[in-house]
């Protein structure tokens, strides 16, 4: 079930990759051993789609007041505010392979907003909320 929701300016640190197989796995591994602990932490997947084609994966972590990014090695990025459609994926581990198709059938029934990157969120180790973005006012009757 798709829902729109409103999202605040996401201040982030990330590890820049493709979207290879296997590449988005092999950064958060890489990102998650940056981090002294990984309780508390909300992580996102951050995707630049250029022309329709998704073409970098960012492997995210939400900025906390004690992160050093020089220290961790990490980049420092952000992603606008704005309204998104949102679909959520249960048991994502076992449905990875569905993330694609589910984007695609979000962006044929939604247009997105272009120059903001769509959102993979990992809620829970149950549960991924995906987010594309969308122009305000969508959603709304």
């Not at 982030?12 to 981090?35: I, N, Q």
């Not at 392979?97 to 180790?125: D, K, M």
Request: aromatic letters at 10%.
């Amino acid at each position: 079930m798709e829902t729109f929701v409103e999202l605040p300016e996401l201040k982030l640190l990330w590890m820049k990759t493709d979207l290879s197989p296997g590449a988005p796995r092999k950064a958060f591994g890489v990102l998650e051993s940056k981090l002294s602990t990984l309780q508390g932490r909300r992580f996102w997947g951050v995707v630049y789609v250029t022309n329709g084609v998704p073409e970098v994966y960012c492997a995210s972590v939400e900025r906390v007041p004690t992160d050093d990014p020089k220290a961790l090695g990490l980049e420092e990025g952000s992603v606008p505010a704005g309204r998104y459609v949102q679909r959520k994926l249960v048991d994502w581990p076992s449905h990875l392979h569905e993330i694609p198709a589910i984007f695609e059938e979000l962006v044929r029934n939604h247009p997105p907003e272009p120059g903001r990157p769509s959102l993979e969120f990992y809620r829970s180790q149950k549960e991924l909320r995906l987010y594309l973005p969308v122009p305000p006012g969508s959603g709304t009757p």
